[in-house]
């Protein structure tokens, strides 16, 4: 166990998720899925900008071949651009279940973004595993998520990580050299002890390092999935990290304040020390 850890941003985000690490801007990116909006934090110069967004967001991804983000609103995918804000509709994987919304996503070395849905109201079992590819079709993988969180890919890109919270479990898939997945199994299930499985990522060694919802901490597990360590952080409701900075030796972490008005610090964006390992730089859209 360690406890170190830095408050970078205490914006109070009523729920933050959806990490990105730009390298191009050298900054991290985050969204909070209800105010709704998105946030950066430039390394360089420690300084924070917010955008309001036109729906609840749960993601954004960048553009390998231009500016600019894929963003995941409740109303699908979109090509978000910034200053000023706007949104080009690209395709509502869902259009039958309205109430459905995206919550997490990550870029394969394909180009392709993997995205899930969740029921706004975490009441339903509605919640699906899309992947949207470089020629902008959509098809879903998996279904039967109360809450998809996620995902993360393999150091080798041999498999693919995807939770669902609200069972707290995370499951492992195959994933094949042409980027097929399959055999999907049970990984992780976390205890009650331990809050529930949220946002993730893996290091370069192969450890996969989870959020925990509930647990106040974010912890590192093993490729054979056994626990290796966690950080404990001063807030309960933790949703997500992802490794940036130039050499990706620096893990931050969102959390949410939804719910916890005793929490002083609940909402904000930490830095955790990932005690010598190092991440892997996030891809980029291809499409």
């Not at 105010?35 to 955008?51: D, E, F, G």
């Not at 993730?200 to 056994?226: P, Y």
């Not at 972490?253 to 010598?276: C, M, N, R, Y």
Request: proline share 6%.
């Amino acid at each position: 166990m360690a406890t170190d850890y830095k408050v970078i941003s205490n914006l109070r985000c009523e729920l933050g998720e959806g990490l990105l690490w730009s390298m191009r801007e050298n900054a991290i990116y985050w969204v909070d899925i209800l105010a709704p909006a998105l946030h950066r934090y430039s390394l360089a110069t420690q300084h924070v900008s917010s955008w309001s967004m036109p729906e609840k967001i749960g993601w954004v991804v960048e553009r390998c071949h231009q500016p600019g983000f894929i963003a995941g609103l409740q109303s699908g995918f979109v090509e978000l651009t910034l200053d000023p804000v706007t949104c080009k509709p690209i395709l509502d994987p869902e259009p039958h279940l309205p109430g459905n919304r995206m919550n997490d996503a990550k870029v394969d070395k394909f180009g392709r973004i993997w995205a899930g849905t969740m029921d706004c109201d975490i009441c339903e079992v509605t919640g699906s595993l899309y992947c949207l590819d470089t020629e902008r079709t959509v098809t879903q993988h998996d279904s039967g998520y109360l809450i998809t969180n996620g995902p993360a890919f393999g150091v080798e890109h041999e498999c693919m990580y995807h939770t669902d919270t609200g069972r707290s479990v995370v499951y492992r898939f195959d994933l094949a050299t042409d980027g097929t997945i399959g055999g999907k199994r049970e990984f992780i299930k976390f205890p009650e002890e331990w809050g529930m499985p949220d946002g993730m990522t893996v290091d370069a060694q192969g450890g996969l390092w989870i959020a925990h919802w509930g647990g106040s901490r974010v912890s590192r597990f093993k490729a054979d999935g056994t626990l290796d360590r966690y950080i404990a952080l001063p807030a309960s409701q933790i949703t997500n990290c992802a490794f940036g900075g130039a050499n990706l030796d620096r893990l931050f972490v969102t959390s949410a304040a939804e719910g916890k008005p005793d929490e002083p610090l609940a909402g904000s964006l930490f830095e955790i020390d990932p005690q010598g390992v190092r991440g892997i730089a996030p891809h980029l859209f291809g499409g």
